[in-house]
């Protein structure tokens, strides 16, 4: 089944820095990659996603890059605030009936 | 409102108890999903199933077992509860074809 690596596990950044963190895959067929921002004490919610038809995603200070070659695709938050200290999870799925497959997680603080 | 729910969000119990987590979703979804996971911690799945009577063993060892009766409606159960099965189990759901997984609210179970 598809194994994805989330890398740094933690990560500290001052505020209006940028923070980047990076997953990897192993199954070449995955085709959807989300991010999901856990906040202490509550559940995963999706923040930004990719399919594998694009390279690149945008959300306001949030953007999510995805290299098919390199099976690696990346989350860049800029401008960071407090309120974007959480644990962030990676994923992908292939398509059909296989389950979405996690990263570990990494801890971003931002340093006011 | 379309949304997964879970019950009991807390729920303390004694060593042997036999107990069911309820989770249930209205969107329709037909992948469902059981993590359980430790405060700011890795998300580690125990039940999988991508449809109708259809369960997988996740990459945990579990002693709890699974059933998909009904699209919506995806419980777990614990035969006999021990105090490590103390932890917080979240559910999620996301549609067949690759998209948004949703989580429950979570159940935070504690066996004394």
């Known amino acids: 089944g598809e194994n994805v690596e989330q890398h740094p596990s933690t990560l500290s950044v001052q505020e209006g820095d940028s923070a980047v963190i990076k997953c990897t895959y192993s199954?070449?067929?995955?085709?959807?990659f989300p991010w999901y921002k856990q906040e202490l004490g509550k559940r995963p919610q999706l923040i930004i996603d990719?399919?594998?038809?694009?390279g690149e995603k945008k959300d306001q200070r949030i953007a999510v890059t995805l290299n098919k070659t390199a099976k690696h695709f990346s989350l860049h938050i800029t401008e960071t605030q407090p309120e974007d200290s959480a644990v962030y999870f990676c994923?992908?799925?292939?398509?059909?009936?296989?389950?979405?497959?996690f990263g570990k997680g990494n801890q971003v603080v931002v340093i006011p | 409102e379309a949304d997964i729910y879970q019950t009991p969000r807390y729920l303390v119990i004694g060593t042997g108890k036999k107990i069911t987590l309820e989770c249930s979703q209205t969107?329709?979804?037909?992948?469902m999903y059981w993590y359980q996971q430790d405060p700011g911690m890795e998300l580690h799945l125990i039940h999988y199933?991508?449809?109708?009577?259809?369960?997988e063993k996740g990459d945990l060892s579990s002693e709890s077992t699974v059933s998909r009766i009904r699209t919506e409606h995806f419980p777990l159960t614990l035969e006999s509860a021990r105090p490590s099965h103390t932890s917080q189990y979240l559910c999620?759901?996301?549609?067949?074809?690759?998209?948004?997984?949703?989580f429950g609210q979570g159940t935070r179970l504690t066996v004394v």
């Open positions: 999620a759901s996301s549609p067949g074809d690759g998209g948004e997984a949703f």
């Open positions: 199954d070449s067929a995955s085709n959807y």
């Open positions: 990719i399919r594998s038809n694009v």
């Open positions: 994923a992908a799925t292939p398509p059909g009936n296989n389950r979405l497959a």
């Open positions: 969107m329709g979804h037909d992948k």
């Open positions: 199933s991508y449809g109708v009577n259809s369960t």
